[in-house]
């Protein structure tokens, strides 16, 4: 099993950055793809960024260039950059954990973290 926390959620500008961390414990050493989504009340979550443990990335076209996902397998930790925020980013955002590469095609996640509030004023 893996254990996720999120941390680093608050209040932001538009156009400002946020930072975004997950610290994994438990079975990390089986975990082959972490990554960030995000959800609004009365919406599906959504990906907004995954990767590898070999550094491969998958981000939708709504956050191309202004997030970034980043893994550190030493330290059992993933971190979203978030820059350039815009109010439609505001959502609940999760961290997840798979031990199967293919989730960050898939979606299939095993673990997740309990969420992180990111709020973006215009």
């Known amino acids: 099993q893996v254990q996720l926390v999120e941390s680093g959620g608050g209040l932001a500008q538009a156009g400002g950055s946020l930072t975004l961390s997950c610290a994994a414990s438990?079975?990390?050493?089986?975990?082959?793809?972490m990554a960030w989504y995000r959800q609004v009340p009365g919406k599906q979550r959504e990906l907004v960024a995954a990767?590898?443990?070999?550094?491969?990335?998958n981000e939708p076209d709504s956050v191309k260039g202004r997030f970034t996902i980043t893994r550190n397998n030493a330290k059992n930790t993933v971190t979203l950059q978030m820059n350039s925020l815009k109010p439609e980013d505001t959502a609940v955002y999760y961290c997840?954990?798979?031990?199967?590469?293919?989730?960050?095609?898939?979606?299939?996640?095993?673990?997740w973290g309990q969420g992180t509030q990111v709020t973006v004023s215009s």
């Open positions: 438990g079975s990390y050493f089986a975990v082959n793809a």
């Open positions: 997840a954990a798979a031990f199967d590469y293919d989730a960050v095609w898939s979606g299939r996640y095993d673990a």
């Open positions: 990767i590898t443990s070999g550094g491969t990335s």
